[in-house]
């Protein structure tokens, strides 16, 4: 009887996949300054080739005043991004800033699924924290 053999992947065998640039931005709304307390939540594709299914998860968690709190999760998918573009993914209210807003982020390129979590930890969109966003000539807070 012939002897079958079976591949057993081993960690080495597995390529290692980078999400590089890719960026989410929380960037306050022209109307904020004047009560509005509404800003929005961006993907940044600063790739030279588009991504394809995008799924996009969102949610918050943590404490305020010794109460936990947790928002919904909610999840978005985008058939694609273009090429050095930006899609806008949510608005987010300023009071969720005292809670962690977690975006994780999939999406396929070349064949391969890549995937990464940002997270903006308690306290981190502030305006001491505010970086030129690109493609929306604003300032906001990044991760990339």
Do not use: C
């Not at 904020?32 to 939540?41: A, H, K, R, T």
């Not at 799924?55 to 010794?66: A, D, F, T």
């Not at 999406?107 to 306290?123: I, P």
């Amino acid at each position: 009887m012939p002897k079958i053999e079976i591949f057993k992947p081993m960690k080495k065998d597995i390529p290692e996949l980078r999400v590089e640039d890719l960026a989410i931005a929380v960037v306050p709304r022209e109307d904020s300054m004047e009560g509005n307390d509404l800003w929005d939540v961006y993907v940044l594709n600063l790739k030279e080739e588009k991504i394809e299914n995008v799924l996009i998860n969102s949610r918050g968690y943590g404490e305020i005043k010794g109460e936990k709190m947790k928002t919904t999760t909610l999840r978005y998918f985008y058939d694609e991004i273009a090429p050095l573009e930006i899609q806008k993914i949510e608005p987010i209210q300023s009071k969720l800033f005292n809670i962690t807003n977690e975006y994780w982020v999939s999406f396929s390129l070349n064949g391969h699924m890549f995937d990464k979590k940002y997270v903006f930890v308690k306290g981190s969109i502030d305006k001491i924290n505010f970086t030129r966003i690109p493609f929306l000539d604003q300032r906001g807070v990044m991760i990339r």
